[in-house]
């Protein structure tokens, strides 16, 4: 039985996927076969037909938000670059390798390329699963695609375990739980949810499926040997513009919890995997919410990790944040943190983001990072359904007043399974069937004034850092490089200079190391 995973990532997101990793595992505990095409290190450009017969191409999420002053500069981008085609590589790794399955993760941006990519490979009659989110919130949409055989709805790991077994077998699979199937006939059959994972009895991630290269990652400007580690899986929160409530809903019908925690054992075994034998340097702990451990939870979590002395990076709500836990931390050995400001004005922020504190609190909290000495940076959105000018200045005038690091501005993206998406086609805003490109695309959302053109929203993102950093006399200035004219064009470079050497000191940025894995 040979399988290959495939993880179609257009946006060239760095950090290595932990399922992939962990499906690899699962291959090899069932003595199966596995081999991986990741096409993060392409330079592809790949074009879509949007569901209103637009034409649209995909753009690299990490290019973006270095053009915008969303991070540091960094060498990263042009690391063992293919000059290859993604395509024609896709092809000949399929024909030598021969699977009897090809298992792709993909989310709702990564899906425009997992369909190009398929049909580079639809002669070779190979059965193709789906997972991921797109494939859990928009199962009917995704199999409209010929390309695509059957979709995991849910959780994967006990889905791709069980379906590997009955095809090895050659026996029926179409009545997996959790697996929607379509039959010879182009019938498709939906089955109901799968449990939930154990996620405490996974296999140790086999990273050996990617190059080394992938595990070499830029953080606030220097390069790190990072590897990522679960400790939660889903969220307590409910914000509009996040998949996480649709999960938590979709489980709930069936009788269980979506959100749930790793124990501290099951943790620390992964980390002194990674540490022994990945050779790790610095620790990525993927979860939405940190601090939604209790405080006992934590500061247990802060001395067993205490141990390994490895700088880690986490992301949590600015209203979690305590002096106790943030010492905590960094007594642990934390290198920097994530926060979700998202948007400045109160009652918007309540209203159609679903995120209900007050801005003093933030700024309260956020003085909480800066005088303990914890480097942190800060996320927001623009272009949310209903958003004026007006109101993203309101979120610019709050990013003002907290001293972070770094902060991003993307714009958003009305993605299958959130509460603003079904707004937005309520409101006629977006096409019901439209798949969704990364935050760092253009807005797919066609909203009337007063509200934000999409045109709007891209003259604001690449100027929002120099709103929030420049004092506010030079907002005319500004303003001016706003446009998308040579004449706003040569400003924006002349200010992005200047922002460069006032508020990025040199990075420190280990180029030799980048050569050396290159």
Not at 52 to 58: E, F, N, S, T
Not at 211 to 232: S, V
Not at 475 to 495: C, M, S, V, Y
Not at 511 to 516: L, M, P, Q, T, Y
């Amino acid at each position: 039985m040979k399988v290959l995973l495939l993880y179609p990532n257009i946006q060239s997101e760095q950090m290595p996927p932990t399922s992939i990793a962990i499906f690899s595992a699962i291959l090899k505990q069932e003595g199966f076969e596995g081999a991986l095409f990741d096409s993060t290190d392409y330079d592809v450009e790949t074009e879509f037909v949007d569901a209103d017969g637009a034409r649209r191409k995909l753009v690299s999420a990490e290019r973006t938000k270095m053009a915008n002053l969303n991070v540091r500069p960094f060498p990263m981008l042009e690391r063992e670059r293919k000059t290859t085609s993604a395509y024609d590589d896709f092809r000949r790794l399929a024909e030598a390798f021969n699977p009897d399955l090809i298992a792709v993760t993909a989310t709702e941006n990564m899906f425009p390329m997992t369909i190009n990519l398929l049909q580079h490979v639809d002669d070779l009659d190979t059965p193709v699963v789906l997972g991921g989110v797109f494939a859990t919130f928009a199962p009917e949409l995704a199999l409209r695609w010929k390309e695509i055989d059957m979709l995991c709805v849910g959780e994967g790991e006990d889905v791709f375990r069980e379906l590997c077994r009955r095809l090895s077998r050659g026996q029926d699979y179409a009545d997996i739980p959790g697996l929607w199937v379509r039959d010879k006939q182009g019938a498709i059959v939906r089955n109901g949810i799968a449990p939930l994972t154990d996620k405490n009895a996974n296999p140790l991630p086999d990273f050996s499926i990617f190059p080394d290269g992938r595990f070499y990652r830029p953080m606030a400007g220097k390069i790190w040997r990072i590897f990522p580690i679960e400790t939660h899986r889903g969220c307590p929160f409910t914000c509009s513009y996040c998949n996480s409530p649709a999960q938590s809903r979709l489980y709930k019908s069936a009788g269980q919890r979506f959100f749930g925690k790793k124990t501290l054992d099951k943790v620390r075994e992964e980390i002194v995997w990674c540490r022994d034998v990945w050779k790790a340097e610095y620790f990525f702990f993927w979860a939405d919410t940190f601090f939604s451990w209790t405080d006992k939870e934590l500061a247990a979590f802060c001395e067993m990790y205490s141990e390994f002395k490895l700088p880690f990076w986490c992301q949590s709500r600015p209203e979690t944040v305590t002096e106790q836990r943030i010492q905590l931390l960094k007594d642990a050995g934390v290198n920097r943190m994530g926060f979700g400001i998202e948007h400045g004005n109160e009652a918007f922020r309540r209203e159609i983001v679903k995120r209900d504190y007050r801005n003093e609190a933030v700024v309260k909290r956020m003085k909480i990072l800066g005088a303990l000495g914890v480097e942190f940076s800060v996320n927001n959105m623009i272009g949310f359904p209903d958003e004026t000018r007006e109101l993203a200045f309101d979120t610019i005038r709050l990013n003002r007043q907290v001293a972070s690091d770094t902060m991003s501005c993307s714009i958003f993206v009305p993605f299958h399974g959130t509460g603003l998406r079904e707004m937005a086609v309520e409101r006629g805003y977006l096409h019901p069937d439209t798949i969704c490109p990364t935050n760092s695309d253009d807005s797919v959302l066609h909203m009337p004034p007063p509200y934000m053109s999409g045109e709007d929203m891209k003259r604001l993102r690449r100027c929002f850092v120099m709103y929030c950093k420049f004092p506010e006399e030079r907002w005319p200035e500004i303003r001016e490089a706003e446009e998308f004219t040579p004449q706003g064009d040569a400003k924006w470079h002349e200010l992005r200079k200047e922002f460069e050497a006032t508020f990025f000191a040199p990075p420190e940025t280990d180029i030799e190391k980048v050569n050396a894995v290159s």
